[in-house]
């Protein structure tokens, strides 16, 4: 995978701490920031799955009722006189 440079500006407190946190794990500073950057973004699209799950297990029912039994989503009974 190609590589892009991104230049960052940030307070001396703040570069000393990604240089320890870095120097500790054994990675450059690079690295460590990219780790830093694909954590957040994987933690953001769980969060979404997450969401998405939650919801469609709270609304379960009302998708059931509504769609129940349509051929083109897939087998259910039919409520009496129902659609």
Do not use: C, H, W
């Amino acid at each position: 995978m190609a590589k892009t440079q991104l230049n960052v500006r940030v307070d001396e407190a703040t570069a000393e701490a990604a240089r320890r946190r870095a120097r500790q794990r054994g990675v450059s500073v690079n690295r460590y920031i990219e780790e830093l950057v694909q954590r957040d973004v994987g933690e953001a699209g769980r969060t979404f799955v997450d969401a998405a799950a939650d919801f469609m297990k709270q609304y379960e029912s009302v998708f059931a009722d509504e769609f129940r039994g349509d051929p083109a989503l897939g087998p259910g009974p039919r409520p009496e006189g129902g659609r």
